[in-house]
């Protein structure tokens, strides 16, 4: 009905949690746009490491952890000075930023080992870990979503719905716990826990799948909904376009974009470490490693585990902007 | 009587909303033939779309129900088919258009693989849907048709599009073609050419055409004849030229005497002190040069419309001179003063004076404001203007100005319909006591009886309170009666600058006259005239 | 394309009748909201009705099997591992457990919203601090916020609060700003400028009305979620201690005796999963009663029910 | 289900006879990952329990199985010199596993090393309040001097790792020892691999590779045993203990109890602290919250402790003695209305929550008015630690302490000496008591610890003693092992034996 003046039409585009990149740019401009995203981003991650650096720092003295509670003054004094722990504050800072800069994140002081390393080799397992949960959630909350949405208010939906709303509204480890009884005790199918098969993937995979399916099948549903009703769909059945087809091809491409950035958000909490889940199953992820760091006060871990989770996260935002430019056209140039 | 092409038999539907069942149409009948254009007239509401939705099985149930009729196509009942012999139907034999084909168009699709899709859909295989859709694009007039094929609906004009939609629909020579509101957000020129196109096509396939408009001017233009609907039901039917000269029905006759452009012109004062003077207004937008120095004067009391199509610049000069934008150069003195120049304090008080009426009354109110809220919010804003005690009143006084009643005060806009919300809009904007309204598209969206009316409103304003009137418009008949003064604006420049009759008798221009004669003339035979005058320069 | 045929210029009913009856039309969202009222009249006289008798141990009478409908009604869900009566310490706990979760949630909901509103309608160098703040938090991963500040502010109901109302912030203040700079661009707001109305009006008249319907939504759904994330706290042994209870405390400290005595981390478990499902249910259902295009939905099934 | 369960230490020498001995690799589930696999931090339990005695030895050994004592290791013999510094004879042929042959100034450097400032060595805290210079003598005689005279110092050497001599002094990921197993695989997150080493000293153990697993889950480690997804799982919870076929509890030489804060009133009165011990049902816990092979306490050291005494007894469970008590110090003028607080650590030993809850209800019943406040290990540091904060009310600080040492004085010091760590009072009796046990040898010793332990507990009432612990592990039935109170600390593979 409103007659869209053009000219308007690009100065009210939307800049929705400044994720899309504003439309009517060249190719060159979405270079730009990056290299504008990455400066905000270092912005952030710089933000962050400030944050948690002095707040960390603020928790307690790793000494008083790293040594036994019988050990003498001088030897938490000296375990201080080993680690530079004396220093005041902003000089510590200052020397950490130095050795960031020339890329050293500083050793473990629970492992004598670089940060760097015991970071990247959990972070791995996190990469694997939401990688595969969320390929998996996102191919079967599409497909559930939608045939929910096809028929709304149907059987199908009401089910997919109760069962969706069951995932998102139950405690992950209770679960997790449940189903080691079940599954691994009882039936004994799978292993319990750790690592080394392709079965022992399934139950962690399985009990982080449950959450963001609930959540990402109603954002699917409610998009699709509102793209099955849209004006284009209709063309498509007044040209016999059939029903699979309109689902699949027409509707659902329309509206991914939505679903993308749940995705998006809740494949970053699966980046960030599932803590729980790995703590439970005795996966060797990121989650864990930072919450086991923090607790014994072995702050150059958890400063490497947050800038490396943030990187792997802006990265992710960055491949989310380009699904967004690679699924809707208008986005694009 | 299976020799009709398509026979509806008197179809029922109903739908289920809020306000409980809707008799969306009741009993309709009407044939139509091969070759023939039938219109279906009606306003929104009138249930004119409801028909030919059902014909192609698209009526959403629930919420909608058939609830008696049958459909015949070549005598057979479409809705005795199968669901598969249905979709057999749909793109094969029978075709639909929209209104707005920016929206009826997939947005993430290539136009080129939706012809195409049209042409695989129904059996077509890969290469010769290919070159089948090179060729409609070619057909439908499109530029550079290889390389649009790749292109996306939004990058195409308004105009294209419809043409894209018109090459999709006709992939398959369909027998029947149903167009709803084909051309209603087009341009007055890209519309006659978008009809013409129609037309050609209907000589070359022999097809049915099924035109659902508001729009006497398209009937007069394609229509062999007419079906006038009303609140769900047929009122009259007949030829276009018996309906026209001879209408039995009131609502018939009603809608005939709203179409606007039949009024007494009328004839400026003499020219006073100018109250707004407007000098080389210049605005871009990156690359895109939205006014290119535009200068006018207009006179206290007096109302100037402003005619362009899309792209013209008309609204960008309405949102600088209210300040919703800066402009890039120029002046214009407001009383003497540069508005561009003033303060947000000077501005704010300066905003008495100036008020505007949008397009969209279901956009430029606050759906979450009462009636009440939504017009005595000026006096919040400007306490000065009237002491709290009287606000009650003073909204009644003016509801009742503007058609409406006191009773009205406690709801909301959407409990109105269109044009009480535009009355509702301008009620708001006379909360100020302004001496300036500036009306931007305000009764395009309307349907036309109703247009009339608020035209007759502004008209009483105008005389009866000596307020200005900038009225912006796409359509020149609207402007006819209201206008003093037009002004015709193409692609940011001002073009022609006249009184109304100077303007709609003598055109200087090229432009103005291509305006005039793509308008469409409700009266069949006026229209008949246009069309040959046109055909006739066309062949020159 | 609308079907507006009849022009209702009728008074509509008062919103609150009108909720009513689309709560009426939605059987789920009925049920869902009886549940929470009724959870909510539990918190509210919970511990002064039961307090005495949940706290009161019984080593004796320890994780007694659930069922025994000989014994009181308290005891029909069993004993914790201090015989205390497992149903009256769920009553009990009723109140902490809202109390954490709507202090939360209103908190971050209240503070995301107004930086949202703030972000959406400033200077774009506010703008870009705001949303860079949003960024850290949202890259901060929640469970290390909620430990850290825990450690430095030690454990309380009131800094549990704040740490969950902190990691909540960005949504709502990224919902909010993506809305505002929607709605800013609207004609209302544009029509309310030309009067002359100033940005704080525009900001809480205009545009934070049309806002509030998806933030109410966002709310219930994160009601539920910051249940869960303080239940996951408990779990890792940094939320709520005792003798304070929580539900999500309870199951945490009930899942040890998850394969001899299952119903110390099932009562309590199925308390949150039933409250965060209604909490759920009844968000799908404001979603729809809250938006004027998708509230026929429920008008149309009310007046067919009733 | 009481029943059912099998306490270990009973088991003790009934090990069935190992005529169809098998040998293999076991898996072994942990709580805890070994962050450092490094030597001088073997003291340190989740590291102990993979290197200590498997990977890295000892001159001398505590018999924690049988009463043995103190055994020969690395060391074959020991004496003490004229001059109170103690000599040790090394055993010869014995190779570390890097190939390179074990002397006397391997034991000297290792010796060195952890009293470096270039590392922060836990085993470095045995060796406070004293200077020790060792010498070597020759290759396989080295003497240690200690100053003051340490009359353990055979037992301190049970704790110090040999490395070789090559050894940086920094923190090392790869150790090198002399055991029956080198490390063959360290797989951060996932598991550690110890295989037998075919040039060990001693006898071939039957295990000959064991793989590490960690899960800090314990109802996942004990379901890993039952599945046979892992051999052996030292601690399990309680709850999960309840097949007697595999599932054994032993005493773990940890003791539960509330560290008084002798300082604030009320608790400098000794009527008050009497009342907090009558007020507490000790029995009531054992079977319920606290297994019941648990011993109740009366000293900070389990039994098989040399001095431990027999003849001080339990505090009886007696509420109306304890309202007693309390009314008298009232009537005296003790503010024995102050609320007390009791400072407990999350998740510091199974069912710490309950046990704490419940003991706060007994507290109250008999007329305390107690505060329960949990925190992390870290605040509960400064709680339990000195410099105690300045302005605290009355607290009392539930710790657990472990001491499978054999000796006292690994204890008594640290909480009971005005000078100790952890210690909430000063009594000069207590200071002489303890440093002249110290000093003492033999059963002058023993003596002076029991009266030390009779005079804590009956006169000063210097804390509320609770438990001995017990734990539990998870053995499967292909392995004949029986855990020990050492099982805490350390695991000697070679223990193991495969049926």
Known sequence: ?333 | MADHLLEVRNLSVEFHTASGVVHAVRDISYHLDRGETLAILGESGSGKSVSSSAIMNLIDMPPGRITAGEVLLDGVDLFKLSPHERRAVNGRRIAMIFQDPLSHLNPVYTVGWQIREALTTHGADAATAAAEALRLMTRVGIPEPERSLGKYPHEFSGGQRQRVMIAMALALRPDLLIADEPTTALDVTVQAEVLALLEELQEETGMGVLIITHDLGVVAEIADRVVVMEKGVLVEAGTVREVYKNPQHPYTKKLIAAAPGKGEMHEPATRAEPVLSVRDVRKTYGAFEALKGVSFDLMPGETMAVVGESGSGKSTLARILLRLDEPDAGTAHWKGRDLFTLSPAELYKLRRDLQMVFQDPTQSLNPRMTVFQLISEAWVIHPDILPKAKWRARVAELLVQVGLGPEHMRRYPHQFSGGQRQRIAIARALALEPQLIICDEAVSALDVSVQAQVITLLDKLRREMGIAFIFIAHDLPVVRDFADHVMVMQKGDIVELGTVREVFEAPRQDYTRALLSAGLDPDPDVQAAHRAARLQRAAC | MTLQTVTIVADEPNFATRMVRMLLADKFALCAAIFLVFIVILAIVGPSWLGELATKQNLRGRNAAPFDWERGWVWWMGADALGRPLLARIVVATQNTLMVAAGAVALSAAAGTLLGLVAGFSSPRVNQVIMRLADVIMSFPSLLIAVIVLYILGSSILNLMLVLAITRIPVYLRTTRAEVLEIRERMFVQAARVMGASDRRILFRHILPVVLPTLTTLATLDFAYVMLAESALSFLGIGIQPPEITWGLMISQGRQYLTNAWWLSFWPGLAIILTTMSLNMLSNWLRIALDPVQRWRLEMKGRKNG | MKKMLILGALMLGSTLSTAFAGSGPIKIVLPEEADLLEPCMATRSNIGRVIMENVSETLTELDVRGDKGLMPRLAETWEQNADGSWRFHLRQGVKFSDGTGFDAKDVEHSFNRIMSDKNSCESRRYFGGMTITPTVVDDYTIDFKADPVQPILPLLMSLLTIVPEETPMEFVREPVGTGPYKLTDWTPGQQIVLTARDDYWGAKPEVTEATYLFRADPSVRAAMVQTGEADLSPSISQLDATNPATDFSYLDSETVYLRIDHNIEPLNDVRVRRALNLAIDRQAFLGTLVPEGALLATAIVPPPTLGWNPDVKVFPFDPDGARKLLEEAKADGVKVDTPITIIARTANFPNVTEIMEAIQAQLQDVGFKVDLKFVEVAEHEQYYSKPFKEGRGPILVAAMHDNSKGDPSFSMFFKYDSEGTQSGFSDPKVDDLIKRASAAVGDERAKLWKELIAYLHDDVVADVLLFHMVGFSRVSERLDFTPTMATNGTLQLSEIKIK
């Open chain 1, 1 to 333: 009905m409103p007659l869209a003046n053009p000219v308007f039409a690009g100065h009210n585009s939307n800049q929705g949690g400044g994720m899309i990149p504003p439309p009517g740019l060249s190719e060159g401009a979405m270079l730009k746009f990056v290299r504008k995203r990455a400066v905000a981003s270092l912005i952030s991650l710089v933000g962050l490491i400030v944050m948690v650096f002095f707040l960390s720092r603020l928790t307690g003295d790793p000494a008083a952890l790293f040594l036994p509670v019988e050990a003498s003054a001088e030897m938490k004094q000296q375990f201080r000075e080993l680690h530079g722990l004396n220093d005041p504050l902003l000089v510590q800072f200052a020397h950490y930023v130095g050795d960031v800069l020339t890329g050293d994140l500083g050793e473990s002081l629970r492992k004598a080992r670089p940060a760097l390393d015991v970071v990247l080799e959990a972070f791995t397992w996190t990469l694997w870990l939401a990688v595969i949960t969320m390929s998996l959630v996102t191919g079967a909350a599409i497909l559930v979503g939608s045939l929910a949405a096809f028929r709304a208010g149907g059987f199908f939906d009401r089910l997919s719905s109760i069962i969706s709303l069951i995932g998102a509204s139950v405690p992950d480890f209770w679960v997790a716990i449940v189903a080691i009884v079940v599954f691994s005790v009882n039936l004994a199918w799978l292993p319990t826990s750790g690592t080394g098969s392709l079965l022992h993937w399934i139950l962690p995979i399985a009990v982080l799948f449950i959450r963001p399916f609930g959540i990402i099948v109603q954002v699917v549903r409610g998009s699709m909904i509102g793209a099955l009703s849209s004006a284009y769909v209709k063309t498509a059945r007044a040209k016999g376009v059939k029903s699979r087809s309109i689902i699949f091809v027409h509707a659902l491409r329309n509206a991914m974009l939505p679903v993308i950035t749940v995705i998006g958000d809740q494949a970053a909490s699966l980046l960030n470490g599932a803590v729980i889940v790995e703590t439970i199953f005795g996966f060797p992820g990121v989650g864990k490693l930072m919450i086991d760091s923090i607790l014994q006060r072995d702050f150059n871990v958890v400063l490497a585990a947050i800038l490396v989770t943030a990187l792997a996260i802006f990265l992710m935002n960055l491949l989310i902007d380009l699904a967004y430019a690679l699924l809707d056209p208008r986005i694009r140039h």
